[in-house]
C-alpha cells in the first residue's frame, strides 16, 4: 500500500483466500483493505492517537437514509450525547480531492448538520468549521485537537 502523509501505526493484516483484509479497531473486525480503507485506518487512528479524539465516540461506515436512497458516511465522530458532530469522507491516495467529494460531503451534513467536516486521501487533509448563522465554512489550517474543537 502507498506510503501517506500520516503517522505510522501498528497495522494488523491478514488474509482470506485471495483477498487481504485489515482490523477496523472502530468496528472491531477485519475488513477489505482497499486503497480507501487504508487511508481510513491511518486517519481514524491519527484522530485518536495523535490527536486525542475518544475512540468510543467514532464510527466507520455509518448508514444515511435520504427517502429510499442509502448513503454511507465514512467516519463519524459524535458528541457524548451521540449527537452528530464531524463527518470525515476518505478517497484512496491516487484520487484527487475535488470539488465532487466536498460536493459529497456536504450532502451527507444536509441531513447532520455538523460542526466540522474533513477529507482525506491520505497525502492531503482538510478540515473545515461550519456556521450556519452565516451559512459559511471556514477551512482551518490543521486537523483540529479534540480538545479545540
Known amino acids: 500500500m502507498n506510503q501517506l502523509n500520516l503517522p505510522p501505526y501498528a497495522v494488523k493484516i491478514t ?3 485471495d483477498k487481504q483484509l485489515i482490523f477496523d479497531f472502530l468496528r472491531r473486525k ?18 485518536v492517537e495523535h490527536k486525542g479524539y475518544p475512540k468510543g465516540l467514532l464510527a466507520n461506515e455509518v448508514e444515511l437514509k435520504i427517502g429510499e436512497k442509502r448513503l454511507r458516511c465514512d467516519t463519524l465522530l459524535y458528541t ?3 449527537q452528530p458532530r464531524m463527518i470525515v469522507e476518505y478517497k484512496a491516495p491516487d484520487i ?7 460536493d459529497q460531503i456536504s450532502a451527507y ?8 467536516l474533513m477529507v482525506s486521501n491520505g497525502l492531503q487533509h482538510y478540515a473545515c468549521k461550519m456556521d450556519y448563522t452565516t451559512r459559511s465554512y471556514t477551512f482551518l489550517e ?3 485537537n479534540y480538545e479545540n474543537l
Not at 30 to 47: G, I, N, S
Not at 109 to 116: A, F, G, M, S
Open 142 to 144: 490543521d486537523i483540529p
Open 80 to 82: 457524548s450525547e451521540t
Open 96 to 102: 484527487a480531492l475535488q470539488q465532487k467529494t466536498f
Open 30 to 47: 477485519y475488513v477489505a483493505l482497499t486503497p480507501e480503507e487504508w487511508v481510513r485506518q491511518h486517519f481514524v487512528h491519527f484522530l
Open 109 to 116: 451534513n444536509l441531513l447532520l448538520k455538523v460542526d466540522y
Open 15 to 17: 488474509s482470506k483466500g
